[in-house]
T-cell receptor, first 115, second 114 residues
Framework: NAGVTQTPKFQVLKTGQSMTLQCAQD?????MYWYRQDPGMGLRLIYY???????DKGEVPNGYNVSRLNKREFSLRLESAAPSQTSVYFC??????????????FGPGTRLTVT | GDSVTQMEGPVTLSEEAFLTINCTYT??????LFWYVQYPGEGLQLLLK?????DKGSNKGFEATYRKETTSFHLEKGSVQVSDSAVYFC?????????????FGTGTRLQVTL
């Protein structure tokens, strides 16, 4: 049981390049989330998916797109990377029953640098 | 909108000292409150939670009490260890809707020295 996994762990992009951050969970959770973490700003929600087949914007969605490929996988795409997107990106998932109803489980993060 | 305010860090303490990290919130309704911990190079882990007023969450020697009258959820530990060095995030979840969105504070870095 790996929990929430993210790939890659590190990535350097040039301005204008595109890339997709991958996230997968093996806990059969319905809800999945993408956050970015910046110094002095805590975590901010980019997009979320309440259930398979649905996605919604969070607090800072501009410059990003997401795909909920199936119940396990939720990817984040940067179509044209900008230096302002340099950040650490975290994926999370949440169960909807039992003791995991409230808790979001986080992946280890992807550190992205855009030059 | 919802917001969470945490004390500025870093907080530097000697081992076995008493820890308090302040957290206050602004939200409509009756949110659930959480403390998450992030160890160096890792993702966030849930440390403790409280879902209604006057509830006390506790885990690994850490405690926090949900105080609705002061809209606070301060984190305390009686005797910190070097292994407690990490960044601590206070967060709230408003109990409406299905997606369970969390609002985080900015985080407080704790450094414990021998």
């Amino acid at each position: 049981n790996a929990g929430v996994t993210q790939t890659p762990k590190f990535q350097v992009l040039k301005t204008g390049q595109s890339m997709t951050l991958q996230c997968a969970q093996d806990m059969n959770h319905n809800s999945m989330y993408w956050y970015r973490q910046d110094p002095g700003m805590g975590l901010r929600l980019i997009y979320y998916s309440a259930s398979e087949g649905t996605t919604d914007k969070g607090e800072v969605p501009n410059g990003y797109n997401v795909s909920r490929l199936n119940k396990r996988e939720f990817s984040l795409r940067l179509e044209s990377a900008a230096p302002s997107q340099t950040s650490v990106y975290f994926c999370a998932s949440r169960g909807t029953s039992g003791i995991s109803t409230y808790e979001q489980y986080f992946g280890p993060g992807t550190r992205l640098t855009v030059t | 909108g919802d917001s969470v305010t945490q004390m500025e860090g870093p907080v530097t303490l000697s081992e076995e000292a008493f820890l308090t990290i302040n957290c206050t919130y602004t939200a409509t309704g009756y949110p659930s409150l959480f403390w998450y911990v992030q160890y160096p190079g890792e993702g966030l882990q849930l440390l403790l939670k409280a879902t209604k007023a006057d509830d006390k969450g506790s885990n690994k020697g850490f405690e926090a009490t949900y105080r609705k009258e002061t809209t606070s959820f301060h984190l305390e530990k009686g005797s910190v260890q070097v292994s407690d060095s990490a960044v601590y995030f206070c967060a709230l979840r408003r109990n409406t809707g299905t997606a369970s969105k969390l609002t985080f504070g900015t985080g407080t870095r704790l450094q414990v020295t021998l």
